[in-house]
């Protein structure tokens, strides 16, 4: 079991940037693919990206190709998101969200096992 906490979020303005980090507790934290998750309100849960065990992989939905980035410090066991030219449509709760699965990409919600708590993101127009 790995343990997540999420910081970072915050109000901004369209077209700013926010950095989200989430720290995990527990052990092996190299062995998880870590995933970010973003739900608004009377949405779904939906993947925003995911990095490999390592961090030489990444995916990410369509809609945020080009503006976000996943990184992660394995010898800090934490991950990143790093947001550039928010939209207010990217106003969300953002999860942290660790996979034990042994392939990759995990990209549906159902191959993560450990959530954080969220973190608010709020852009306005």
């Known amino acids: 079991q790995v343990q997540l906490v999420e910081s970072g979020g915050g109000l901004v303005q369209a077209g700013g940037s926010l950095r989200l980090s989430c720290a995990a507790s527990?052990?092996?934290?190299?062995?998880?693919?870590m995933g970010w998750f973003r739900q608004a309100p009377g949405k779904e849960r939906d993947l925003v990206g995911a990095i490999s065990w390592s961090g030489g992989s990444t995916y990410y939905a369509d809609s945020v190709k080009g503006r976000f980035t996943i990184s992660r410090d394995n010898a800090k066991n934490t991950v990143y998101l790093q947001m550039n030219s928010l939209k207010p449509e990217d106003t969300a709760v953002y999860y942290c969200?660790?996979?034990?699965?042994?392939?990759?990409?995990?990209?549906?919600?159902?191959?993560?096992?450990?959530w954080g708590q969220g973190t608010q993101v709020t852009v306005s127009s």
């Open positions: 969200a660790a996979s034990i699965l042994s392939t990759w990409p995990a990209a549906s919600r159902f191959n993560y096992g450990n």
């Open positions: 527990g052990r092996s934290f190299s062995s998880y693919i």
